[in-house]
């Protein structure tokens, strides 16, 4: 009964290798319910990056299900609102609904749970009008569903016997009026017709014309799939031929692609990709223009298919020309980009009701979707691009003349055209470069334009600019006639001896052109020097070698670090350098280079060990200790160079590299943790010992001598924080080890602060064995009151989840008679506790946010200290409200400006505690301090901006009252 062709789509049968069975090609999605209405505003910027949040409106998700979990729970068992009897799938073009649709059908027979009854809407509405569902399903689907005649009667039957699954298909091919289509839906599932199960499929943007239409039915909107995850299972259950599909995901994966990884999670421009890819035989377009073409040329050929879609030639060519200078217009406009009011679209196109417009094809295509309403006018629509990518190709088509991006009048600056310099054009310029359609004359214009750009200031502050951008753009012109004078010429940005006069500004250029281009095409700009015959390589290396310039030499080494990697020159000339130069910033440079490109290279790791033995600086000794930890796994040579730097050296700071280092590469080495617990004993610096603790952590796993040094540091440390981090590593190497379990037992009964009392209970519960859980019950029992519960709910949880650990573990007599029999242990201490309510009751005028930062502690990364801040701060805040996914300081310092501002506040005061400041957590707070005042409650000193607390001084709470004095905001 069912047709199995997959879909009307014809990218999945019109080629051989394409032919998929729907099993094959199915990829499940997940499903979420639906429950707001969009509320995004016009003015909100998107990045092209991830033009996909366009099409994510703003609603509730209740549950999400895997396919698998639909089916059966909604569907089969009937759970939620409508027990399965009504279900609205909802999404945008390209999401895979008649897919699923389809798959439903399917599984409906397989499972034999009823008769479906597929019914394509678009067929009831030839006219756009909706035909009765009656009248359609016994005169026309009957009839052509069934070989033997059968009356109707039997028909109806099937019906009001609840054994009929209505399944429609495309509500959104019916009309252009959602309301309308809703509501004649709704009016028609009566009677007999009303007795069926109903799954119908709509657009997003039609749904959301009038939900109320159809409240009866339980809404799920089909996402879009991750990356690179689901991605990658479709383009293997597409390529039979295995190395097809493999390089294809592996072209996918470069940096340059990320606008293509955003593009291809619609499941539609997936199928396209992988079309393009099989008709290439393997390989993508030499250009992104190139790319995009092939897209928009499938597109068209995938619509033409179907006849109410059929555009000719001529009409494609003025569509794309209409949806390029509309795209010009919104990139120009100040206006938040992507988002397209119904009223400049109309402007731009026609009428979106008029059957003779542009506008009109261009929605009926899906070039242009509704992605929401005006926020201050719920009346009118707010139309995108079919993805952002997409309205960056057809404005760079409505280009003719390269002067659109730069029109120098150097006489008369004011009346010039200076696209170049705006950020939003680059992507633009670099898809015009790739137009196949336009004349390389044209084009060799335009990068001459760039290279040769005079700001007529004598420093040449945009000529850079221009430059980085010409050097991004031959990525897409191959064949431009200056590209070995374009790639000179951004060596000698970087390369040349020439550097030295341009000292104390040649950062500023540096950051400039990073600003115009973004860090991927920097990226890309490496990569084009890398690939350039090789000759950057050993152009560096010459340098090196024959400059007279140690700033130069430094450079160019810095650069090799960049681009020399897999490359032996430039090993041995970074080798060279570090045993020849008398330069510290130069040997500086090349062993940090080094540490880059000589992984596992002996030469490399004997020139970083010749120089931490030689160098009088404790500065490039512990570069080359840094460079050691990245490449040096494993080799006792490197690993005796650092166990010598930690004997030998006066500084700390050098003595915790060296200890960094070698919980990198001294795994399970006696030596390595020989020296680790030396360091521990001779060390004055708090900080330091920490330091050795936590190497020790990652390299002495049930080492004794470890263990013991740990063990004894508990006893003598005076520092909270030293203590925390000994405790947590202890409950880590410990495990089983009957010392630190005494020594982890002790101090629960000595603790010197909840926090620390905490972290014992944690480790205890990792390292505890049989033998000591009666003594454990007994001294945690007694942190099973209410009050523990009110004042401190994690440790109570900690002590809960342990006991009942050995609770599953001992013998009943044995733990009843240490549940019984033992004296109740020490009352939690709250002195600290006790003062930072204090704090907060003293100075509630002021924004001042204590935060409990213990998960902080423990993350390294820029990205995670990013996002556990911004969960602390703003839950602090504001406990209610949802905080941001940031990944870097810059977006933190975005909402928290947004968070300052809904406090009618210019800044905010940050208290936090129960976390050590480690350098890297310190080197982020420094980045955000222009938005933020932070202090931490620790014993390790804390240089300006920052501010440091000892928690056992004497009035802990005055203290920092003088510092909020100083800020002047004491109110």
Known sequence: ?????????????????????????????????????????????????????????????????????????????????????????????????????????????????????????????????????????????????????????????????????????????????????????????????????????????????????????????????DYPQQVHRFIDNWFADKDKRKRLQEELAKAEKSRIQDLVKNPLRLALLCYTWLLNEGDLPETQAGLYAQFVDRFYHWKSNLKHFEIRKQKQRDLNQALGELALADIDSRRGRFRLREDFVCEKLGDADDESSLCYVALQLGWLNQVGVVAESPDEKVYAFYHATFEEYFAALAVSDWHFFLNHLPENVADGNYRVFKSQWKQVILLWLGRKDVDDVRKEEFISALVDFDDNTGRDFYGFRTLFLAAAGIAEFKECSRADEIVGQVGFVFFSDVQQKLLGWYNEIERAARVALGETAVAALVELIRTSCGRAVAALVELIRTSQCDYTRGQAADSLGEIGQGKDIAIAALVELIRTSQCDYTRGQAADSLGEIGQGKDTAIAALVELIRTSQSDYIRRRAADSLGKIGQGNDTAIAALVELIGSSQSDYTRRQAAESLEKIGQGNDTAIAALVELIGSSQSDYTRRQAAESLEKIGQGNDTAI????????????????????????????????????????????????????????????????????????????????????????????????????????????????????????????????????????????????????????????????????????????????????????????????????????????????????????????????????????????????????????????????????????
């Open 1 to 225: 009964m069912m047709e199995r062709r997959l879909t009307t789509n014809s990218l999945f049968h019109d080629d051989e290798e394409a032919k998929k069975e729907r099993e094959q090609i199915y990829v499940p999605l997940a499903l979420v319910e639906r429950k707001k209405t969009d509320k995004r505003k016009e003015e909100e910027e998107y990045s092209p990056d991830r033009g996909s949040e366009l099409y994510e409106p703003e609603y509730e998700e209740k549950q999400r299900f895997q396919h698998s979990a639909f089916l059966q729970q909604i569907l089969q068992q009937g759970q939620g609102k409508t027990q399965g009897r009504r279900i609205a799938l909802i999404g945008e073009p390209g999401a895979g609904k008649t897919t699923l649709l389809q798959k439903i059908a399917d599984w409906i027979e397989e499972q034999k749970l009823g008769l479906p009854l597929w019914v394509p809407l678009a067929d009831l509405a030839p006219g756009g009008s909706l035909q009765d569902f009656d009248s359609y399903l016994l005169k026309r689907w009957l009839p052509r569903a069934v070989s033997e005649d059968r009356v109707e009667r039997d028909f109806k039957q099937q019906f009001e016997r609840q054994q009929v699954w209505l399944l429609l298909d495309g509500v959104d091919e019916v009309a252009t009026s959602g309301v309308e289509t809703l509501g004649s839906i709704a009016k028609q599932l009566v009677g007999w017709v009303g007795k069926a199960r109903v799954v119908l499929t709509c657009r997003l943007n039609v749904w959301q014309a009038d939900a109320n239409a159809l409240s009866n039915f339980e809404t799920f909107r089909l996402l879009d799939f």
């Open 708 to 971: 013991a040094a740990l063990v004894e540091l508990i006893g003598t440390s005076q520092s909270e924080d030293t203590l925390r981090q000994v405790v947590k590593s202890l409950g880590i190497i410990g495990r089983g080890n009957d010392k630190a379990i005494a020594a982890l037992m002790e101090l629960i009964g000595n603790f010197q602060s909840k926090y620390t009392l905490r972290w014992a209970v944690k480790s205890l519960g990792e390292i505890v064995r049989e033998p000591q859980m009666p003594k454990l019950v007994s001294a945690l029992k007694d942190y099973l009151s209410d009050e523990t519960y009110k004042n401190d709910p994690r440790l109570f949880n900690e002590c809960y989840t342990i006991i009942r650990k050995c609770a599953q573990t001992l013998p009943y007599p044995i733990f009843h008679q240490a549940w019984h029999n033992l004296p109740t242990s020490p009352p939690v201490t709250q002195t600290l506790e006790q003062q930072l309510t204090n704090i907060r009751t003293q100075h509630q005028h002021i924004p001042l946010l204590c935060i409990d930062a213990e998960i902080l502690e423990t993350e390294t990364t820029e990205t995670a200290i990013a996002q556990t801040l911004c969960e602390l701060i703003s839950t602090t805040a504001l406990p209610e409200a949802d905080y941001p996914e940031v990944n870097d300081a810059p977006q933190l310092r975005k909402h928290l400006r947004a968070l300052a501002k809904q406090q009618g506040r210019s800044g905010l005061v940050i208290l936090m505690h129960n976390c050590g400041p480690q350098p890297k957590i310190q080197q982020f707070c420094r980045k955000i301090a222009n938005i933020a005042h932070i202090a931490w409650i620790t014993e390790t000193p804390l240089e300006p901006p920052l501010r440091g607390f000892a928690p056992s001084q004497e009035d802990l709470a005055g203290a920092i009252a003088s510092w909020l004095q100083e800020l002047g905001i004491d109110g």
